[in-house]
């Protein structure tokens, strides 16, 4: 058995190599340099090159935040991606409350870039509970961590990033007292929200010179332009900003393939599914289920089509 575990971790150091070469950078590297490597590479859709750099550097690293949120984040492009959603929520929510248990217990005033990494780890809960249109459970997460996202609420002039946090809260509070009135006894424990308010913080947060903030904020606003607004023009505007840093990112790609359809050119919408499936064959870090996940969901949405038109 211990041959067999041996063998197993030399592997997984061999892979780091011929990936990375000689994988002892990384160890020397900071934690936060790791976390942007693992950020980069899970927005690519390179997902088995972030395993092999989990199974390596996990049980070497100290607690940092930035790492946290890194992780945190590739277990939930693995839930969007065709993935076991119930192992890789179990594994995300595992991971928010064991940071929230150690910063809860903690006495010690937070910085800014602390409470901003801190708040957005644990979103993550809420975002798992709002892919079933969940509000009540998100709100429950929202309760879980609200004592820290008050404290940066009104302090974006100081800190830009709690642009992407506070305009996220504000969005999405404005939008549950829109959609579900029958929420608002729950609502009114937190600060009250403006959805329009919210849009204007993400915009600013989409010009953010750090990337994973740019980007973070972007994707929200293409999806409430797509999926809340049904503005495919709004959407498409942000979809082409996202494909032009990240294009082997199967999930842009498909957003821009729906903007096709929705607004009837099919013959743009079939050349990015041909696209699509290129990408996700050519790509050798994925599963069979994450090459097939979104390519199968754009077929089956375009035969849906043709049958309506």
């Not at 088995?48 to 492009?77: C, G, H, M």
């Not at 192992?87 to 217990?105: I, N, P, T």
């Not at 990494?117 to 879980?144: E, F, Q």
Request: hydrophobic share 40%.
């Amino acid at each position: 058995m211990h041959g067999v575990k041996n063998l197993m971790r030399t592997l997984s150091f061999t892979i780091l190599i011929l990936v990375f070469g000689s994988p002892f950078h990384l160890f020397a590297e900071s934690r936060v340099k790791i976390a942007e490597i693992i950020y980069k590479e899970t927005s690519g859709f390179n997902f088995q090159k972030v395993d092999s750099i989990l199974k390596i550097y996990e049980p070497n690293t100290e607690f940092n935040l930035d790492y946290e949120l890194a992780v945190v984040n590739y277990y939930w492009w693995k839930i969007i991606s065709g993935n076991n959603n119930e192992r890789y929520s179990a594994l995300l929510e595992k991971r928010v409350e064991d940071v929230m248990a150690k910063y809860s217990a903690s006495k010690k005033k937070y910085d800014d870039r602390s409470l901003f990494l801190l708040i957005s780890i644990c979103a993550y809960n809420a975002r798992v509970s709002l892919l079933d249109n969940s509000y009540l459970s998100a709100l429950g997460d929202l309760s879980k961590y609200y004592s820290f996202l008050k404290i940066s609420i009104g302090l974006e002039n100081r800190y830009a990033p709690f642009l992407l946090t506070t305009g996220l809260y504000n969005y999405f509070y404005g939008l549950a007292r829109e959609r579900y009135p029958l929420l608002s006894p729950v609502l009114n424990q937190f600060q009250y929200g403006n959805k329009e308010l919210g849009i204007v913080f993400l915009k600013k947060a989409a010009l953010s010179k750090d990337w994973k903030i740019s980007q973070e904020a972007t994707y929200f606003l293409m999806k409430i332009a797509f999926d809340i607004n049904s503005n495919y023009i709004e959407a498409e505007k942000y979809c082409r900003i996202l494909l032009s840093n990240t294009p082997g990112n199967i999930l842009y790609q498909q957003y821009m393939f729906r903007v096709f359809v929705a607004t009837n050119r099919i013959s743009s919408a079939e050349e990015k599914l041909k696209l699509m499936e290129k990408l996700a064959v050519n790509n050798p870090n994925l599963s069979d289920d994450e090459r097939s996940f979104f390519v199968n969901q754009s077929k089956s949405e375009l035969v849906n089509y043709y049958k309506e038109h």
